[in-house]
Nanobody, 120 residues
């Protein structure tokens, strides 16, 4: 099972940008779908985006603002977040599984999360 470590969270102003990184170790990185979930205080975790070797999927709320990418040589996945809004404030979790559906619905591997706070 792949181990995931997130980095890059922080405080940013409304309309700003931030890039999250997810470093993966163990497993076969190139065979995994990697994604991001987020959880805001008092809310359930929600899917944000996922990437395979070809496909990418985004939640509607972030479709035109976030970009997910991966570097299989470095075992890294990135989430570029632009035009951030206060409602994007949440803990962001890197996730992994071996199918596109699983990683978007019930991924088996989770990182510990990184906090993103967007001030208004």
């Amino acid at each position: 099972q792949v181990q995931l470590v997130e980095s890059g969270g922080g405080l940013v102003q409304n309309g700003g940008s931030l890039t999250l990184s997810c470093a993966a170790a163990g497993g076969t990185f190139g065979n995994n779908y990697i994604g991001w979930f987020r959880q805001a205080p008092g809310k359930e975790r929600e899917f944000v985006a996922s990437v395979g070797n070809i496909s990418r999927i985004y939640a509607p709320l972030v479709q035109d603002r976030f970009t997910i990418s991966r570097d299989n040589d470095k075992n890294l996945v990135y989430l570029q977040m632009d035009n951030l809004r206060p409602e994007d404030t949440a803990t962001y979790y890197c996730v992994a599984d071996d199918t596109l559906i699983k990683v978007a619905e019930s991924p088996k591997s989770w990182g510990k999360g990184t906090q993103v706070t967007v001030s208004s």
